[in-house]
């Protein structure tokens, strides 16, 4: 059995790198692609053999032709494309509520979560019709499924990749392909996307009580947990899954956990 050829976008941090090398530990080709060309040159050396790194900034149609195109020279045929790269756009104390956030501010998150996701997903058709296989997993957020006022243009990007999710892999379907497309919508992953928000905090860990009060499991996922189910959706193990939007966020949809009423007895 050849190994799977997986690509990552923003695979140098964070759940990228997580996904990358959960792939790579699961026997893939992994393409380690981001804008940070240093961090991402690290994780695929770290990784060794079968790892490769490339420049790719989701936005630019030139990078998803260049990567795309010596990959498929080199490999021969994509299985996997992970859709990962995204930003919140906070920048504090930049505002990015509706009333306040600025045209470019807006469109800067659209650009690269919302039109980065279509990009991606555009050259994987391309590269899966040669095969008529393969898998397509875009990294979406709860922030997709709820209104979040302090980040309005975050919020509707992934609500966006929720539902291109659906269109991408009813396209696929539609050419009698067995091309999939799912989306997993995480909630709190601890990982330096973070950072900015935790920046000058005097109690971190009460701070991060604060972010997770209204998880059902009270603490944040670990990246390795996201990885976990692109590994699963990646996989054939999946093979009957497309155009699914999958919540990854300890029981935060489902409802309250707040603590049972004191029994009666
Ligand atoms: N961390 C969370 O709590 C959380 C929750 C829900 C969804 N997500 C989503 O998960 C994905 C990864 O988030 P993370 O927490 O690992 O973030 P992160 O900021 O730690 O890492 C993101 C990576 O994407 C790269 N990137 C940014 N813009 C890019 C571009 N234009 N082209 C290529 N690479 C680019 C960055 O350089 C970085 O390496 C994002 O789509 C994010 O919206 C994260």
């Given amino acids: 059995m050849p190994s799977p050829i997986a690509l990552v976008t923003g695979a140098a941090r964070g759940i990228g790198e997580a996904v990358a090398?959960?792939?790579?530990?699961?026997?893939?080709?992994?393409?380690?692609?981001?804008?940070?060309?240093?961090?991402?040159?690290?994780?695929?050396?770290?990784?060794g053999a079968r790892a490769r790194a490339r420049h790719l900034d989701v936005r630019e149609e030139g990078d998803w032709q260049a990567?795309?195109?010596?990959?498929?020279?080199?490999?021969?045929?994509?299985?996997?494309?992970?859709?990962?790269?995204g930003i919140t756009g906070f920048d504090p104390p930049v505002p990015h509520d509706p009333e306040h956030a600025s045209l470019a501010d807006w469109?800067?998150?659209?650009?690269?979560?919302l039109d980065?996701?279509?990009?991606?997903c555009r050259a994987a058709l391309r590269a899966m019709r040669r095969t008529g296989t393969g898998s397509i997993v875009n990294i979406g957020s709860r922030s997709g499924a709820v209104g979040v006022p302090g980040a309005a243009?975050?919020?509707?990007?992934?609500?966006?990749?929720?539902?291109?999710?659906?269109?991408?892999?009813l396209y696929a379907a539609q050419q009698g392909w067995s091309v999939r497309c799912n989306a997993i919508q995480p909630a709190a992953v601890r990982t330096p996307m973070w950072d900015p928000m935790f920046a000058g905090a005097d109690d971190p860990?009460?701070?991060?009580?604060?972010?997770?009060?209204?998880?059902?499991?009270r603490r944040f996922a670990d990246p390795a947990e996201v990885a976990a189910l692109v590994a699963f959706?990646?996989?054939?193990?999946?093979?009957?899954?497309?155009?699914a939007v999958l919540d990854l966020d300890g029981g935060q949809r489902a409802g309250l956990a707040t603590p049972p009423a004191p029994s009666s007895d």
């Fill in 116 to 120: 980065g996701t279509f990009l991606g």
């Fill in 21 to 47: 090398r959960r792939l790579h530990a699961d026997g893939a080709v992994v393409w380690c692609t981001d804008l940070r060309d240093a961090e991402v040159d690290a994780v695929a050396r770290s990784l």
């Fill in 153 to 169: 243009a975050y919020a509707a990007s992934k609500a966006a990749i929720a539902n291109h999710t659906r269109s991408v892999a």
């Fill in 205 to 217: 860990v009460a701070l991060e009580a604060t972010f997770v009060a209204d998880i059902p499991l």
């Fill in 67 to 85: 990567v795309m195109d010596e990959l498929l020279a080199t490999d021969g045929r994509l299985d996997v494309l992970v859709n990962n790269a």
């Fill in 233 to 243: 959706l990646a996989s054939a193990e999946s093979g009957y899954l497309t155009g």
């Fill in 107 to 113: 469109q800067a998150v659209l650009r690269t979560n």
